[in-house]
């Protein structure tokens, strides 16, 4: 299994260890990931939404990438950077005049884009490419006893919605179960942490982390996994603003769905950068067997 | 910059920003709205908007143009797409609030809150290096609203700490072509 790889601007900031843990999940599970050679920002919603011709530029600056590097699906990890990318190939696919103008930008860089790279995110391709039983299969260390809550987030099922429910989305849970741990029931699942209004009116989105976590933290969850970088970077590092501004005392370990399927398949915390994290995850390290 | 003062700036406006709206794509949905509230109740940022997303589209519908850009609304919305899903009309409510903040930022009429400055400084960086860089977003961001860096501070050490935020941009070799992608779909938006 082949893919080319859009890690996406997070993957070298703060979420430089959804990146580490991806590749390294990805070669133990035999998924060849070929980055695109100098791939530009998707844009994400802070330049979508408003600007939104250039964006579908810019955007369509990586599918061409993708495109010259041959017949493969394109993976990405980031909601945002998926819901972007895909959207892009959605509206230039039912608007022939926006494709036109696209292509016509991209020949006057020297790029080529006909429109049918196939963007995947990672969940999708873990779990419907390689399979469930295929993982089961590679897990030597099954993280019997630890409660885990799956956070989606909002742009990995919505307003796309492929590969899983936009409401009540179950890929993630299905992924817990498989390494042997155990997905507790979190209505927050699909929710939104903020997103870019941490930076612009942080009191509000401080109140949807603080949800998560208070949900999280009633169904007595061990630790929580998200699939996106803006939300762990939300839900995990801002975790003691939460508290400030509610008189909480959340601790609660926050970790990329990659890690915790790493840690399962005999993969060091060292080799998934699990040192990143800012709250720490001893209680999940302590639940690996030996 | 255009203000809305008079009758006849809100009349003049309110059909360009209608027509607007019906040209984005799927935007002629709009048409369809019964004013079910599906988009409100699932918002979960609403409660802090002057007009729900449902009263946005009867204000526009109605021609209360100048409710719709005087109003935090959509500088509210945080993108999550609920109210895009759940729509029985299928009205992209989303998109909608993306076409209104565009519209808003062309005519002038943004209230100095801070989103419209991020999402500038966020552009300017994509379009300078190529990639988004973070502590240059937040510290071109804190030098507009100086409260930023206070609250901030305490976590952005942590992270440096930790290796994740860079202090340095990383630029790419393609932003000649970044360049030539944008001027030219630039000068397919002043067409339209």
């Not at chain 1, 530009?40 to 919603?45: D, E, K």
């Not at chain 1, 993969?267 to 800012?278: E, F, H, N, P, W």
Request: with cysteine; charged share 25%; aromatic share 8%.
């Amino acid at each position: 299994m082949k893919y080319s790889y859009y890690p996406g601007c997070s993957a070298e900031a703060t979420a430089v260890a959804y990146d580490v843990s991806t590749r390294a999940v990805c070669d133990r599970l035999g998924v060849e990931l070929v980055e695109l050679p100098d791939w530009n920002c998707c844009g994400s919603t802070s330049y979508f939404s408003v600007r939104e011709l250039r964006s579908f530029g810019i955007s369509a600056r990586n599918l061409a990438i993708a495109q010259e590097l041959g017949d493969m699906d394109l993976v990405t990890t980031c909601n945002s950077c998926y819901t972007v990318l895909a959207k892009t190939n959605r509206y230039m696919a039912d608007n022939a005049e926006l494709k036109a103008d696209i292509v016509e930008a991209l020949n006057r860089a020297g790029r080529h884009y006909d429109g049918n790279v196939n963007v995947r995110h990672l969940v999708d391709v873990l779990v419907n490419d390689v399979g469930y039983d295929a993982v089961k299969a590679k897990v030597t260390k099954p993280l019997a006893g630890l409660k885990v809550a799956p956070y989606y987030g909002c742009q990995l099922s919505r307003p796309i919605g492929t590969f899983d429910d936009p409401e009540f989305p179950m890929t993630l849970d299905r992924l817990v179960e498989t390494v042997g741990a155990t997905p507790v029931d979190y209505p927050c699942k699909s929710k939104c942490c903020g997103g870019m209004m941490m930076l612009t009116k942080e009191e509000a989105a401080l109140r949807l982390c603080f949800e998560l976590l208070k949900t999280a933290s009633d169904r007595e969850a061990d630790v929580i996994i998200t699939a996106c970088p803006l939300c762990e970077m939300n839900v995990e590092a801002y975790q003691p603003m939460v508290n400030k501004q509610y008189g909480t005392h959340f601790r609660i370990p926050v970790m990329y769905f990659t890690q915790l399927l790493g840690l399962a398949l005999g993969i060091s915390a060292k080799d998934l950068a699990l040192d990143k994290q800012v709250v720490p995850v001893d209680k999940v390290l302590s639940a690996v067997p030996a | 910059m255009a203000q809305l003062v008079t009758k006849e700036d809100v009349s003049r406006l309110h059909k360009v920003f209608l027509e607007d709206m019906y040209s984005i794509p799927g935007g002629e949905k709009l048409k369809l709205c019964q004013q079910c509230g599906a988009c409100s109740g699932s918002c979960p940022t609403s409660y802090l908007m002057d007009y729900t997303p449902r009263e946005i589209i009867a204000s526009l519908r109605a021609g209360m143009l100048d409710k719709v850009v005087h109003s935090n609304t959509m500088w509210m919305c945080s993108s999550c797409y609920l109210c895009t899903v759940r729509c029985p009309a299928g009205i992209k409510l989303t998109d909608m609030m993306y076409e209104l903040k565009r519209l808003a930022i062309k005519y002038g009429l943004t209230d100095g809150s801070k989103n419209p400055t991020m999402t500038k400084i966020f552009v300017d960086n994509v379009d300078t290096y190529g990639r988004n860089w973070e502590v240059g977003l937040i510290g071109k961001f804190s030098l507009r609203h100086p409260s930023v860096p206070f609250k901030f501070m305490s976590m952005g050490l942590k992270l440096i700490a930790k290796g994740r935020l860079p202090l340095r941009p990383k630029s790419i070799k393609g932003r000649d072509e970044l360049a030539a992608v944008t001027s030219f779909l630039d000068s397919k938006e002043a067409v339209q």
